[in-house]
């Protein structure tokens, strides 16, 4: 079982929209993919439909109350994609956390203890690098990194490096980058060519080939409660999710945690 967190403490990056969206793609190859919704907003639950009425057991129950991802994980439409839900409860589980001397390995002892019934997990983090987002990055093999490419893509992500260098120095010696892909991506704007070509540069084979454009289906899928993978598979933007999905599959193999 894999563990990629989606993380960048920028909100409006691409993050859920690229969990959902590779969720739903790795699905479709065959690999039994989890989602787990760690964002207070929900809108992975949202956008794969799941009403909060049905939202039963939550990712605060995994950081919380000891729930196992079996007991929290409900089917989506999607075969073979489960989430565990959000619930507005989590927005108060960065306060509650501190009262655990474990705060930040919840999520961590939550996976290690669950039977791998799941190929990949995905967690979709919320857009800050506070304790749900470290809690993500130990319980993680690696990262994904949406970045928007706009003119102050870089900006934060060195903050964002830093915080993995931590993490792998004092917890999760493994913790790789699987890869950062540029999201919104904008052929019209000769600006984005400038700075897609830099931020590649910068970080070099990190970034993936496949870019994410910017793509009105892409938005649209979430008020139907549907991946855009299935709302229209045929647009730019699910194709490019597909060709990212192929991508992250190719990394996969070299992804082992240490210790
Ligand atoms: P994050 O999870 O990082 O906050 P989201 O995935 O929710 O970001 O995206 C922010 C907003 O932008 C959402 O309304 C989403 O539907 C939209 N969006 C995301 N990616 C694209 C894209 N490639 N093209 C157009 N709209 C997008
Ligand atoms: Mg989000």
Known sequence: ???????????????????????????ATGSRVLLIDLDPQGNASTGLGIARADR????????????????AAIPTRVPRLDIVPSTVDLSGAEIELIEFEERTHRLDRTIARSDARWDVVLIDCPPSLGLMTINAMIAAHALLVPLQCEFFALEGLSQLLTTVERIRSRFNPGLSILGVVLTMYDRRNRLTDQVSDDVRAVLGPVVF??????????????????????????????????????EVISRLPRLAKAA
């Open 56 to 71: 039963t057991l939550s990712s605060y129950d995994l950081l919380i109350r000891d729930c196992s991802l079996i007991e």
């Open 1 to 27: 079982m894999k563990v990629i967190a989606i993380a960048n403490q920028k909100g409006g990056v691409g993050k859920t929209t690229t969990a959902i969206n590779v969720g739903t793609a790795l699905a």
């Open 209 to 246: 080939d496949t870019v994410i454009p910017r793509n009105v289906r892409l938005s649209e899928a979430p008020s139907h409660g549907m991946p855009a993978l299935i709302y229209d598979h045929r647009c730019t933007g699910s194709q490019a999710y597909i060709a990212l999905a192929r």
